[in-house]
């Protein structure tokens, strides 16, 4: 491996949230576990019903939280270490360098983008 993995990331907060299984999903999560199926089958959920969980608990179905999750932790891994774009993939979760820029893209246009910005600036 090419790059340096000394990063400690800052401790995350996690507060309870009052839902046992949405806190057990956070924690599988924050562990680097990131297979949606296999947490569900590991809990005895029906994948309908963790997407649902998903969209009660933070507005979004669990694929988008699962895609928004792996684009902060290769945010968090491209900006603190000097790791290559194939590793931050491999290590966030996304898989490829092309999942990651898929995932990515995805994510910084819909974050950094406000109400009626979409057309209104022209190169």
Not at 61 to 81: D, H, M, P, V
Request: with cysteine; net charge positive; hydrophobic share 35%.
């Amino acid at each position: 491996e090419d790059g340096n993995q000394s990063y400690i990331p800052i401790e995350k907060n996690f507060k309870p949230s009052g839902v046992r299984i949405f806190n057990r999903f956070i924690k599988y999560m924050a562990d680097g576990n990131i297979s949606l199926r296999a947490f569900c089958s590991k809990e005895g959920l029906l994948f309908s019903e963790l997407s649902t969980l998903c969209f009660i608990m933070v507005g979004m179905t669990a694929l988008e939280f699962k895609s928004n999750w792996i684009a902060k932790r290769a945010g968090e891994l491209l900006r603190y270490t000097d790791l290559s774009s194939t590793q931050v993939a491999r290590i966030s979760g996304a898989g490829s360098r092309a999942n990651l820029y898929h995932i990515c893209k995805n994510f910084y246009r819909n974050f950094e983008r406000e109400e009626l910005d979409l057309n209104r600036y022209r190169l």
